[in-house]
């Protein structure tokens, strides 16, 4: 409504503009920045260009506005009369905006108002003439990603703004990232011997890829043999850092990769190594957790989208009861009759499996379904170095660890725990001893099944949920805990940690696919030296 | 234990001799049928129906497999459907090998698949495929040796249970994965396919048709008398103690891994030979035959024909496998739930699988022993009864 008035309110003023006869084409501001401003609606992108290089020149503290509108395809000009103005979302209404004035001009119709053209040339210039003009903000923020920009463009028309900028500059860290593009252009383009060895020194002390790759160019086609010299050394010492940093990058990515397999094989491992039971259902459990997150976040979204956040801290209480009464239903109607006969209980968690997927799949449909990342599970710590910690991998990590844990705790401290162990020992006696084997074999089951359920909670946040997502998981896990040996959880720790590490270090230089069989030819061969795996349970229970 | 011959002994087992007199009635009916009648005759088998026949064939020789390394010594195999898809291969690269320069972009010398990925030559280890005799042998010895160095090393270090079943499992996913990779030479994703022929005689005429469907049901047939041979002899018996008790057979003085990579070889060749036949029925072998789910699946078809029999896998597979092809078909929602219950009911109810559900195997020993008197009336006569 608001719009419309002021949209009437212009009208009369320009039908009095026209009435008093002055009914010119150009606009009625003209100063230095206006004209700038209209230049910019040239016809060839030759004067387009001049024109951004004479508003950036103007100095003027709304350049870096209409610039950066320019950039994002906001600028636009009247047909009738060329007048370049900015248009901004109010609501659902689009309003233009007089740049010079920053006043509202009219709302026009989208077919009056036609957009400023850029090509991918201009682009470019716009990125290094804004990084520029923000090398003076006040927003340190902004003056650092200036500086990267600046820095990115290596433009040595740039040079005398980011000098004024540095001398300028208080924040020790902004002023580091303005002296490396400093350095940066000084050392491609300056003719001064001395200068730029000083430059490639200061680039030395980086650890970037961009400033590696930026010294191997230096030192391939520089023809001073000095400065060649030096941006050699220099390169080499940041491809040694490069080097370390890239290390601890892969063992990140294999730590995270072992915390995934550690959540998907420690339930496997409590019914497997407890109970002697082979489930092949289990991925179907990992499967079932991610469809009840998916179910929880579509209840919260459509009730309460304020506690979004919320949705995981209540999947993962509702996965594991679950996916555990799923599990009891199973170990009652099906596993307890196949005691002492683990190949039979194989194939038939194997046909449950099966079942399960295409129940999922006749449900929900086969394609993925959307699982959301709570705000503090996305984004990611990223250094200059070119690693990249993101925060839902590091919460995986975390998870695993505290699931672990907690498992310890139950195994070792409750009653449940010291009567699981019992029956595991040995059956008969617990029997004897009043412990009703059958419940306590219930309700491992229904602990390693609802383990698997908070599994899926969390790999809902970094993999497709679809009816397949169990397959995946499956081998992986059982290849963890047979690495690792059974009834013990300490060997499944150090099992999905040593295969995820592992793979992670084999991937760059065999591939994923070589690297992951190599991985699984590893275990074929480990198995035969330890056919019980690394920490393999002593004594009686081991023909049983 | 009787020192009859062999096909004496099998006379006198009714489902044995039914079963086989019925393979090998089809193996010379259903080409004649296919092969002398004019289409629109009622008795007439169309073509496509004597090569998905001959299909299921292929998976009942491949089940036999199966059952003998796991009904009789006990070791489940989860990957046997790698022997099965090696042999394949094997089968495969020879016709690849035929296509000649018939292929897309006409180079006599390289498959297709290596053309378009820029091969300059062939790889080493496709010198010889050109020749059929070469190829049939690798049908053989490539699975087997596959199967030998395995269970040399696995059985060796006495990996049992489902310790074994698991890493046969990761073996067949990791060959899964290798013949993923383009760089392996093998085709890649897409595998082998285009074949045109074998020997010059067309893959797609009915008489190449009947051809493999009579050698397919003959192969099942031999395999049975193979298997047999080795489970009726004295090595069979040492097998069969192993599955019932191995420690004490180890006691016993007998070298317990030898006899399992016997059988464990011999079941992996027969593996190979199903494949064979198989690739050439379909037109196609890509590396999904060697994913770890249609190893299992093949386990399935073992269970509920009944595993330690050597009828009963024949006729899980033929069972299954058609009511996979009827309801793929007509309610292919349901498929996956009838063959996980499948799964679960044979298990739960039918541990000796049909063959050894009682109604049957009633039905069948009143059968033997009729046929017993009638061969050996005297040792049945009156107060003759339990020589």
Known sequence: ?544 | MTHQPLLLRIVKEPMAVSLLSVLILAAFLVPMLNLMLPSDSAFHVPSYVVTLLGKYLTYALLALSVDLVWGYCGILSLGHGAFFALGGYAMGMYMMRQIGDRGVYGNAELPDFMVFLNWQELPWYWYGFDSFGFAMLMVVLVPGLLAFVFGWFAFRSRVTGVYLSIITQAMTYALLLAFFRNDMGFGGNNGLTDFKDILGFGLQTDGMRATLFFLSAMAVVTGYLVCRFIVDSRLGRVIVAIRDAESRTRFLGYRVEYYKLFVFTVSAVLAGIAGALYVPQVGIINPSEFSPANSIEIVIWVALGGRGSLTGPIIGALVVNYAKSYFTGALPEVWLFMLGGLFIFSTLFLPKGLVGTKAISDAFEEQRLRLAKFLRPYDYAEGGEGR
């Open chain 1, 1 to 544: 409504m608001l719009s419309k008035t002021l949209a009437m309110r212009w009208l009369v003023v320009l039908s009095v503009f026209i009435g008093l006869g002055f009914g010119s084409s150009t606009p009625a501001h003209a100063d230095e920045f206006s004209d700038a401003v209209q230049a910019l609606n040239a016809d060839n992108n030759t004067d387009k260009a001049a024109a951004i290089e004479a508003l950036s020149a103007t100095g003027d503290e709304r350049a870096a506005t209409v610039l950066s509108a320019l950039l994002n395809g906001t600028l636009f000009y009247r047909q009738s009369d060329g007048l370049v103005v900015l248009s901004k979302e109010s609501g659902n209404v689009t309003i233009l905006i007089d740049p010079s004035t920053m006043n509202e001009v009219a709302d026009v119709s989208g077919s009056e108002a036609k957009k400023i053209r850029i090509n991918n040339k201009l682009r470019g210039q716009l990125k290094g003439v804004l990084g520029a003009l923000t090398l003076l903000s006040k927003d340190a923020d902004k003056r650092q990603n200036a500086a990267d920009e600046v820095f990115k463009a290596n433009d040595p028309s740039m040079l005398p703004v980011l000098q004024k900028a540095i001398a300028r500059e208080s924040d020790p860290d902004v002023k580091g990232r303005m002296l490396r593009a400093q350095a940066a252009i000084i050392l491609e383009y300056s003719e001064d011997t001395a200068a730029r060895l000083k430059a490639a020194q200061t680039l030395g002390e980086f650890t970037d890829p961009d400033i590696s790759a930026l010294l191997g160019k230096i030192a391939n086609t520089s023809t001073d043999p000095e400065v060649k010299k030096l941006a050699k050394d220099m390169q080499d010492s940041v491809e040694g850092r490069l080097a370390a940093w890239s290390f601890l990058g892969n063992l990140f990515q294999g730590v995270s990769l072992g915390s995934v397999l550690l959540l998907a094989a420690v339930g496997l491992a409590i019914t497997f190594g407890v109970m002697g039971v082979i489930n092949m259902a289990h991925g179907e459990m990992v499967m079932l957790g991610a469809y009840t997150t998916f179910m929880v976040q579509d209840v919260i979204r459509t009730h309460f989208p304020a506690a979004f956040d919320w949705s995981l801290a209540i999947a993962v209480p509702a996965a594991f009861l679950v996916t555990g009464a799923v599990g009891i239903l199973v170990e009652r109607g099906i596993i307890r009759w196949l005691y002492g006969r683990p190949l039979e209980t194989l194939l038939a968690t194997w046909g449950l499996s099966l079942m399960l997927q295409q129940l999922i799949r006749t449900l929900f449909g086969p394609t993925n379904q959307e699982v959301g990342n709570p705000s503090w599970m996305s984004g990611a710590i990223e250094t200059s170095t070119g690693l990249v910690l993101t925060y839902n991998r590091i919460w995986i990590i975390v998870f695993s660890l505290a699931v672990l844990g907690m498992l310890a705790l139950v195994t070792r401290k409750t009653m449940f725990g010291l009567q699981m162990r019992a029956v595991t020992q040995n059956r008969a006696m617990a029997n004897s001893m009043g412990i009703r084997s059958g419940w306590v074999d219930a309700l491992t089951f229904a602990l390693g099944s609802g383990i698997a359920g908070m599994a899926g909670v969390a790999l809902s946040q970094i993999d497709n949920v679809s009816p397949n997502l169990g397959q995946t998981y499956i081998i992986d896990s059982f290849m963890v805990v047979v690495f690792g040996g059974v009834g013990n959880l300490w060997g499944t720790l150090v099992g999905a940690f040593s295969l995820g590490i592992v793979n992670k270090f084999l991937e760059p230089y065999a591939g994923a696919v070589l690297g992951k069989i190599f991985v699984l030819v590893g275990i074929i061969l480990f198995i035969q030296k330890r056919p019980r795996g690394l920490f393999a349970l002593k004594g009686r229970s081991v023909e049983g």
